[in-house]
């Protein structure tokens, strides 16, 4: 059974950073993609960022582009994601995915699921 635990939301003004961090355990980190939703209230959750197995090729949403990065280190088994300029509509609870394969992306749904971290910016 695959784990996933998220770190590193919190509090945040907007135009600064957080790293949120998610480790995977309980399988083979490397046959996974793996991926960032965030879902605000009151709004559906959406797919931010993802990043495939090998971490050759990644996908971003449009709202994030140029902001966020998403990375992985397969000898770690951790998935970051990096988001900078933040703005008050990343406000959200954000959540660690993973897809046995090599997509995630596509309206793919995830094989399991973080537990999720409150992200929230303020103005």
């Known amino acids: 059974q695959v784990q996933l635990v998220e770190s590193g939301g919190g509090l945040v003004q907007a135009g600064g950073s957080l790293r949120l961090s998610c480790a995977f355990s309980g399988r083979t980190f490397s046959r996974y993609a793996m991926g960032w939703f965030r879902q605000a209230p009151g709004k559906e959750r959406e797919l931010v960022a993802a990043?495939?197995?090998?971490?050759?090729?990644?996908y971003y949403a449009d709202s994030v582009k140029g902001r966020f990065t998403i990375s992985r280190d397969n000898a770690k088994n951790v998935v970051y994601l990096q988001m900078n300029s933040l703005k008050p509509e990343d406000t959200a609870v954000y959540y660690c995915?993973?897809?046995?394969?090599?997509?995630?992306?596509?309206?793919?749904?995830?094989?399991?699921w973080g537990q999720g971290t409150q992200v929230t910016v303020s103005s």
């Open positions: 995915a993973a897809k046995l394969g090599a997509t995630i992306v596509g309206g793919v749904e995830p094989d399991y």
């Open positions: 990043i495939s197995w090998g971490g050759g090729s990644t």
